[in-house]
């Protein structure tokens, strides 16, 4: 890490390493005035678009194919192919839609939000030049309801909008007509799926549907639908802009642009970044993310949130984009990155995504519903101490069970994380199993409170605040904890902060 | 608004408004801001430049600029220069920042981001 001096924010390494793109305007305009976002070039793409004759729908296609971007929440397909499939697959369409998705399901991640709050107008704009490019004069923006700020900020946006006559009927006298309308989801994770999405946008409890067919022909309404995420409309305005060769300047071969992630766990920036793709995970964590606290080594970084997988120490100097991440049985997934030290136990790390879908399959399809349950068990019963060698074979082919015969990306991907856990840190699980030993100190059942009888001066503080009464000693005699009786609780090593005579391990 | 030229005005204006005043103090007022306690900070910074008369500043309300665990984050932007990020703000610092930076254009050294792990 450099060490110069500075008074702003954008000298530092953590800021200069980014690039900003879809937040471009995040923490430099005024998100509720309309005015500001117009001082910036906005919606001069849209203008551009529909009083320029040269910009027909197919060349804004073209332009969006051209640019490479693919979609940020989470599976990676080319958004002008989407599009273009949108705007031909039934060329007589009466109706078409515009979707974008803002249910941001991943736990800890809120990219989208800080777009939503930040320069919600982006979005705005995006949407209605992705109308005009597939055809459709009706846009929904699904929004999870527990976001209160960015569902006001974006009525606002859109109010002004309309008063602006940037949406509406006739934009820019083009003939062009674009409404906007915002609906709130529940806040299921499910509801993030595409079809279960659009299920719910018309008003029908949120529930996957088999797919093909694919929205681009039968979406909402049973309409052909476009549907992509915050992120990856924030970048729309910017190509068609500055054009498509610009966006293919940043990034890899395969994973243009950059890429939005909200940085958690065991790092000492924690916050929200966007950086080029093609940024090694190395630099990610180290220079942007300023290190692991407390010089403590960096183990594995989760992307994909419960539906991705891993990233382990050996593969840290990994160029970050779609292609090389799936490689290693990790995901881009919609920008959640968790840091992970020596302290986190990658069994218990595995259950605690488990856990999640456990908790969000929908219950429609049992490979889901009872598979992710039954999974679940199994890691319990290794974090336990009851786990068997055999176990680990039965997991793994739950979990291609699993992936295999569940109805929707949900159960598809829920085993991701167990699956990624357990190839990459294999001597881990074996040693929960073998040793009954939790390395890292999380696994409460596989673990022993002690106390170092050179150390221990027998005030019997610790044996006075033990609630099981597990310890026993005489004043002044050693004491001893009975493990028999003892809960795992921990408080008595906080007694003995003095002579640090009670260890964990 | 009918055509490009009616953009283009509105953003000539835009601009104009935002060169008219030399000072631009930035409050990151996403859900971040405002849960860290960015409200009475910018309500502090409006009463103060109205107190004072300080015509030649703005205080806007922005989005999130990634920095979770500074916030509340300030940033005073002047023309040509760069921004001066304030981190970790609270009232009191905030009005130290009015009295000494805005009136007297000396910065609080102190509550800059200079002080912090990510120099
Ligand atoms: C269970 C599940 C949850 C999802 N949650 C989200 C979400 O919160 N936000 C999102 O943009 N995409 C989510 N997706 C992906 C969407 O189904 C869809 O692929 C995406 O919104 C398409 O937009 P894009 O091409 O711009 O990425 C989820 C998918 C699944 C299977
Ligand atoms: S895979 Fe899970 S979430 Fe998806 S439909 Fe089946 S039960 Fe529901
Ligand atoms: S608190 Fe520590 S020193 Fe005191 S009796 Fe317990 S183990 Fe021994």
């Known amino acids: 890490m450099s060490c110069i001096q500075t008074k702003s924010l954008r000298n530092t390494v953590f800021y200069k390493k980014q690039e900003r793109v879809a937040l471009r305007n995040c923490g430099y305009i005024d998100p509720e005035k309309i005015e500001q976002y117009i001082g910036v070039d906005g919606y001069q793409a849209l203008g551009m678009v529909l009083t320029d004759g ?132 529940a806040g299921a994770f499910v509801c993030g799926e595409e079809t279960a999405l659009m299920v719910s946008i018309e008003g029908n409890r949120g529930e996957p549907n088999p797919r093909p067919p694919f929205p681009a022909e039968k979406g909402l309404f049973g309409k052909p639908t476009i549907l992509n995420n915050v992120e990856t409309y924030a970048n729309i305005p910017r190509i068609i802009l500055k054009g498509s060769d610009w966006f293919t300047t940043m990034g890899t071969e395969k994973s243009k642009g950059t890429k939005v992630f909200a940085l958690g766990g065991k790092i000492n920036n924690t916050g929200l970044v966007e950086i080029p793709m093609g940024m090694t995970l190395r630099e990610v964590v180290y220079d942007v993310g300023g290190g692991i606290p407390n010089g403590k080594k960096f183990k594995a970084a989760q992307t994909g949130g419960p539906s991705g997988g ?122 929960h199993i073998k040793d009954k030993k939790c390395a890292a100190k999380v696994c409460v059942d596989l673990l022993e409170y002690k106390i170092l009888a050179d150390k221990c001066v027998g005030c019997s503080l610790c044996k006075k605040a033990c609630p099981v009464d597990a310890i026993s000693g005489e004043i002044k005699q050693k004491h001893v904890i009975d493990q028999s009786k003892c809960i795992k609780c921990g408080v008595c090593v906080n007694t003995c902060k003095k002579f640090g005579a009670i260890i964990k391990e | 608004m009918k055509n490009l030229a009616d953009l283009q005005a509105i953003k000539e204006k835009s601009q104009n408004e935002m060169k008219a005043h030399s000072t631009r103090v930035l409050v990151g007022m996403a859900t971040c801001g405002i849960a860290a306690g960015a409200k009475p900070i910018i309500e502090a910074l409006e009463e103060g430049v109205k107190m004072n008369n300080l015509a030649d500043v703005e205080v806007s309300r922005v989005g999130c600029i990634g920095l979770c665990q500074y916030e509340p984050l300030v940033e005073v932007v002047k023309e040509g220069e760069d921004p001066v990020t304030y981190v970790n703000m609270d009232v009191d610092k905030v009005n130290k920042v009015i009295e000494k930076h805005l009136k007297g254009g000396e910065i609080v050294e102190e509550y800059t981001v200079s002080g912090t792990a990510l120099t």
């Open chain 1, 54 to 185: 040269s910009f027909t729908p197919e060349k804004v296609i073209e332009i969006v194919k051209a640019s490479g971007l693919r979609g940020r929440g989470g599976g990676g397909f080319s958004t002008g192919m989407k599009w273009h499939l949108a705007r031909t697959i039934i060329p007589d369409a009466d109706q078409k839609y515009v979707c974008c998705n803002a249910d941001e399901g991943d736990p800890g991640a809120f990219m989208d939000r800080s777009v939503l709050e930040g320069d919600p107008h982006a979005l705005i704009e995006a949407m209605t030049i992705a109308g005009y490019a597939i055809g459709a004069n009706q846009g929904y923006i699904y929004l999870r309801a527990e976001y209160p700020l960015a569902v006001k900020r974006l009525e606002i946006a859109i109010g002004q909008a309309k008063e602006y006559g940037l949406l509406g009927k006739n934009i820019f006298e083009s003939g062009f007509d674009f409404d906007l309308e915002i609906r709130l989801g």
């Open chain 1, 310 to 431: 891993c990233i382990s120490d050996k593969n840290i100097d990994i160029e970050i984009d779609y292609d090389n991440l799936i490689s290693i049985g990790s995901m881009m997934g919609s920008g959640g990155l968790i840091v992970m030290d020596e302290d986190n136990c990658m069994v218990d790390m595995a259950k605690f995504f488990l856990e999640f879908t456990v908790e969000e399959s929908c219950g429609k399809c049992t490979p889901c519903r009872i598979g992710t349950k039954r999974l679940f068990e199994m890691l319990e019963k290794i974090t336990s101490g009851k786990g068997e060698m055999e176990d680990l074979d039965e997991i793994e082919q739950l979990c291609r069970y699993i992936k295999k015969n569940s109805l929707c990306g949900l159960g598809q991907t829920a085993p991701n994380p167990v699956l990624s856990m357990m190839s990459n840190f294999r001597e881990e699980w074996v040693s």
